[in-house]
């Protein structure tokens, strides 16, 4: 977790500072505010896997996203933002809104936006969390209409996903690195299941979606365990063994076709680093879930042609 406040540079510095933070962290853009000459604000941000949460306080301010600013870097990511306080003037593509405290709304760094805040001589607090464009599994077309429409976060899906959120600010500092992929596979289904119920009932494919990313975080996090099988994955996920065969369906491989694949990437690496060249190649194999060395160097040599041994040996040569 990264934070950092405006109050650690000279009072003289702080607009630009904020204006160059902002720029690295969040996206660029064209910032002016009349409190410029000692501007108060502060930002704190966490990675979560493919997902970054970020908790922002500052005065009142305009944040202008231009095309050129958009050519010139954009991340693609859809930002679920969160009022906690103070308020926002939104407007992106041909959409204008009032955001207040206690609301959520959907920005997308990829339009240009203007967006205004207004706390008096307040501060105004958000929290923020960005996606990366193709990790909410709705269509494009429906995730560009519910933007710049601000819902209030009083109750079911979106109350859920704003105490995650406040959760997550509260207790990042005893959060664990391990967790982190997990966390943000959470606020990806919540985000989900909030975007998709603000029109309507959940899809069927999107429920699949976030089961079968469930599935796969899972096995990513217990891949050293040789007892990773179908069931105790099924078990896991609360699931029936039969349905976790259906929901993989579609993925183009079995549940258990991923786990031996997951493994012998992780394995693969490790062959590969010099590093941990002078540990046993049946060493390797049973820290991601082989136990037996024959198993383990015939379906390694089925999948990259060459036994485990030998691929270590090349991988050497490779590189000198």
């Not at 510095?13 to 409190?35: H, I, M």
């Not at 601000?150 to 500092?173: F, K, N």
């Not at 050293?224 to 369906?249: D, Q, W």
Request: proline fraction near 7%; charge should be positive.
């Amino acid at each position: 977790m990264i934070e950092l406040r405006s109050t650690d540079v000279p009072a003289a510095e702080r607009f630009q500072w904020w204006c160059d933070l902002t720029a690295r962290q969040l996206v660029p853009t064209e910032l002016s505010s009349e409190q410029a000459g000692d501007f108060r604000a502060a930002i704190t941000i966490a990675p979560l896997g493919e997902v970054t949460v970020a908790a922002t306080s500052y005065a009142e301010q305009r944040s202008v996203r231009t095309a050129p600013l958009i050519r010139r870097s954009d991340p693609e990511q859809w930002w679920v933002t969160l009022v906690c306080s103070g308020s926002l003037q939104v407007e992106q593509g041909r959409s204008y809104a009032h955001v207040s405290p206690g609301d959520l709304v959907l920005t997308d760094t990829s339009r240009p936006f203007d967006v205004g805040s207004r706390s008096g001589r307040g501060l105004t607090h958000m929290i923020m969390l960005q996606f990366p464009r193709g990790a909410l599994p709705l269509p494009e077309q429906r995730l560009r209409d519910h933007v710049v429409r601000p819902l209030p976060a009083d109750r079911g899906s979106a109350a859920l996903l704003a105490g995650y959120m406040r959760g997550l600010v509260r207790e990042g500092r005893a959060l664990r690195p391990d967790e982190s992929g997990s966390l943000g596979a959470v606020a990806v289904e919540l985000a989900t299941i909030w975007l998709a119920g603000a029109g309507g009932a959940v899809p069927a494919e999107t429920r699949r979606q976030a089961l079968v990313r469930e599935v796969k975080e899972h096995v990513r996090r217990h891949l050293g365990r040789p007892g990773l099988t179908p069931s105790s994955i099924a078990a896991a996920c609360n699931i029936s063994v039969r349905y976790l065969h259906r929901v993989f369906e579609p993925e183009g491989r079995t549940i258990g076709e991923y786990v031996r694949h997951e493994r012998l990437e992780r394995c693969r690496a490790d062959l590969e680093d010099p590093l941990l060249a002078g540990t046993p190649v049946a060493e390797l194999g049973a820290r991601w879930g082989f136990e037996d060395p024959a198993t383990f160097s015939r379906v390694f040599r089925s999948a990259y042609g060459m036994p485990p041994g030998e691929y270590r040996r090349d991988a050497a040569r490779r590189v000198r």
